[in-house]
């Protein structure tokens, strides 16, 4: 079973941050948040991961709180192509484990 | 530099027969994760495998199997299909370092 908690749905203007939370209040200390989205019938895109410091690259921010029990993925400018289902996922990062997807957040960018 | 591909892109098999798919890492990869799909629904966990291994498995039943070639390409085969079987069929890989895994687009699989 899967490890986190999103929000079914979430909706966002276009051009605003879209900033999609998630819970995982079981994390172990040794497990990475990782995130990936699904455009519509396409194969996942990895965004980013991260252990316990905040992360950015040129796609996201993510956010993980200090007790790592909750993190937030940051689109800053959010685009209509944005719009696609946002999966949290936390994975021990170093050799031996497959990914465990949960139902995933369905990011709606709304012009 | 090429990504994870997937062949082919739609397949079309009749209840009962053999379907068998192929996935090409990303150079430099060593692991290869299946998943199914099914429409509507979210990624299931099939088959990992590594350096020629099988090291993980899904709860799917024995008639989903697969294996791992040398230069760590993969091939899914799902025998004596039914049509709850049709789906879309992802491929990931990673290299031995862990870290993230990226995904093929998939091959699509109709049950008829």
């Known amino acids: 079973d899967a490890k986190t908690t999103q929000p079914p749905s979430m909706d966002c203007a276009e051009g605003r941050a879209a900033n999609l939370p998630c819970n995982h209040s079981?994390?172990?200390?040794?497990?990475?948040v990782y995130w990936y989205r699904q455009i519509h019938s396409q194969g996942p895109q990895y965004i980013i991961h991260g252990l316990k410091n905040n992360e950015t690259n040129e796609m996201a921010s993510l956010i993980i709180t200090e007790d790592r029990k909750s993190s937030t993925l940051i689109l800053p400018h959010a685009t209509l192509r944005d719009t696609a289902v946002y999966y949290c996922i936390v994975r021990v990062s170093n050799y031996g484990q497959n990914f465990v997807f949960g139902p995933g957040t369905r990011l709606s960018v709304l012009p | 530099e090429a990504g994870v591909t997937q062949s082919p892109t739609h397949l079309i098999k009749t209840r009962g027969q053999q379907a068998t798919l192929r996935c090409s890492p990303i150079?430099?990869?060593?692991?290869v994760y299946w998943y199914q799909q099914a429409l509507g629904l979210g990624l299931q966990f099939l088959l990992w495998y590594d350096e020629g291994e099988e090291r993980n498995r899904g709860n799917f039943p024995p008639r989903f199997s697969g294996r791992q070639f040398p230069n760590y390409s993969s091939e899914l085969n799902v025998n004596a299909l039914e049509l709850e079987d049709s789906a879309l069929y992802l491929c990931?890989?990673?290299?031995?370092?862990?870290?993230?895994?990226?995904f093929g687009q998939g091959t699509r699989l109709t049950v008829v």
């Open positions: 079981t994390i172990s200390g040794n497990e990475y």
């Open positions: 150079s430099g990869h060593t692991s």
């Open positions: 990931a890989s990673s290299n031995k370092q862990g870290g993230e895994a990226f």
